[in-house]
């Protein structure tokens, strides 16, 4: 009986980490055409979208102070997002290069995005930061690699555009990342890809995590806990 049950239980793993209906998905509505980067998310491009909530700590525990909008669409060649993201005190890097890429920049305020269109190899994934005044950095991330953090050196070409509102305390982030960089398939309405969301908040005495999909580690990167993201035309009708 133990072999059968160890067995029963290995198959209950494996369904689980391929992608069962229990995960969590954001639905990416198209757009007929590119537009430029905007930050305003009651423009007609951005409310056309559906949003999720980035809204617990990276143990599932719900962080309502920093509940963090999230918005995106897709054309024919990009996949965008926006981030909304209420703060308290930011921790930025001093004399910030927006021109070049910024690595390490996950030591400073951050919104990312960690996506990735291969499920037989869920340690493979690109990872996507904007910092709130616009520097940035893309990761080629393989975790088989002892250090993961050497794919900085990947371009994807991805776009970002940031502004903070010291007066609302938000910082906003948008993101046009290039399709052909994250996924060899043609894009069309259904592709599904594994994706999760992230912030760090605030200096590091008190960095506050903030999740779309808990990773319950200390760590972002456990890819076990994603999500899915799926290209849709137009949202479904809620139930």
């Known amino acids: 009986m133990n072999g059968l049950a160890n067995i ?22 198209y757009a007929t055409q590119d537009v430029p980067l905007h930050l305003d998310p009651t423009s007609d491009f951005w409310r056309a979208s559906r949003p999720v909530y980035m809204d617990k700590d990276g143990f599932g525990k719900i962080v309502p102070r920093y509940r963090t909008e999230v918005r995106t669409r897709w054309t024919k060649s990009d996949l965008y997002f926006l981030f909304v993201c209420p703060y308290e005190e930011l921790h930025l890097k001093p004399s910030p290069n927006t021109q070049k890429e910024t690595n390490e920049l996950w030591n400073w305020d951050v919104a990312e995005v960690f996506v990735g269109s291969d499920f037989t190899n869920i340690k493979r994934y690109k990872e996507f930061e904007i910092s709130p005044q616009g520097e940035w950095v893309d990761l080629d991330i393989d975790l088989g690699k002892p250090h993961h953090e050497d794919g900085w050196a990947w371009n994807s070409g991805f776009e970002v555009k940031a ?45 506050q995590a903030v999740t779309w999909q808990p990773p319950m580690n200390d760590s972002f990167h456990v890819p076990e806990r994603f999500g899915l993201i799926r290209l849709v035309e137009k949202p479904a009708e809620k139930e």
């Open 8 to 29: 029963v239980l290995l198959m209950l793993f494996v369904s689980g980490v391929a992608g069962g209906s229990d995960q969590a998905v954001i639905e990416s509505i």
């Open 163 to 207: 502004r903070i509102d010291q007066g609302t305390h938000t910082w906003y982030g948008a993101m046009r990342i290039p399709l052909a960089a994250i996924d060899a398939r043609p894009p069309v309405v259904g592709n599904t890809m594994r994706i999760n969301l992230f912030r760090s908040q605030g200096p590091p005495s008190y960095q």
